[in-house]
Every structure is written in structure tokens, then in C-alpha cells.
């Protein structure tokens, strides 16, 4: 167990207390939050955006450091932005 992270630590502990419930109407319920990622995940706009040369090519390192595309990447961190989930790091 020392290897898991605090969230999977936390969840594991959760689950060995057995909180855990089985959701009514699985199949359903499966249904509902696949449309909901997919319809997160849909890329139906299209924007230009400038920035300078040096912040695109940290881009491209990071994404590359990451195994995948820069574009992609930076629709991460947006989405990640929008959502209240990447936050200023506190010095």
C-alpha cells in the first residue's frame, strides 16, 4: 500500500470500510455518464490563438513529455482552467 497515492489510499480504506453501494439501474446510470463524457469531450469549436514562439515550444516539450499531441495538451489545460480544477501554485 505504500506505493498508491493519497487518493487511491483514501479510496481503498473507503472500500475496505465497505461504504461502497451498488448503483440502482447500472446499465442506465453507464448510459448517462458516458453521453455526459462524451458530449465534455466533443470538439465542436474551432479557435486561433496567438503566442509566442518560446511558450509554444514549452508546449510541445511538455506535451511530448506527456506522450501526446500539443493541441491536445493545451485543450487540457484550458478545459482543466474552466472547470476550477488548475489553480495558481502557491509559493
Same mark, same amino acid.
Given at each position: 500500500m +505504500?506505493q $498508491? !497515492?493519497?487518493?487511491?489510499k483514501? $479510496?481503498l480504506?473507503?472500500? &475496505?470500510?465497505? &461504504?461502497?453501494? +451498488?448503483?440502482?439501474?447500472?446499465?442506465?446510470? %453507464?448510459?448517462r455518464?458516458? *453521453?455526459? *463524457?462524451k *458530449? @465534455?469531450?466533443q470538439?465542436? %469549436?474551432? !479557435?486561433?490563438i496567438?503566442?509566442?514562439s518560446?511558450? $509554444?515550444e514549452?508546449?510541445?516539450? %511538455? *506535451?511530448? &513529455?506527456?506522450g501526446?499531441?500539443y493541441? @491536445?495538451l493545451i =485543450?487540457?489545460?484550458?478545459?482543466r482552467?474552466v +472547470?476550477?480544477?488548475l489553480t &495558481?501554485k502557491? =509559493?
Open positions: +505504500s $498508491l !497515492t493519497k487518493e487511491e483514501d $479510496l480504506r473507503s472500500y &475496505e470500510r465497505n &461504504e461502497w453501494r +451498488s448503483v440502482k439501474n447500472l446499465k442506465s446510470e %453507464k448510459n455518464y458516458q *453521453a455526459m *463524457a *458530449a @465534455t469531450l470538439k465542436d %469549436k474551432r !479557435t486561433n496567438r503566442i509566442s518560446h511558450d $509554444l514549452g508546449i510541445q516539450k %511538455k *506535451a511530448v &513529455e506527456n501526446i499531441p493541441q @491536445t =485543450a487540457s489545460v484550458i478545459h482552467y +472547470s476550477g480544477r &495558481e502557491s =509559493a
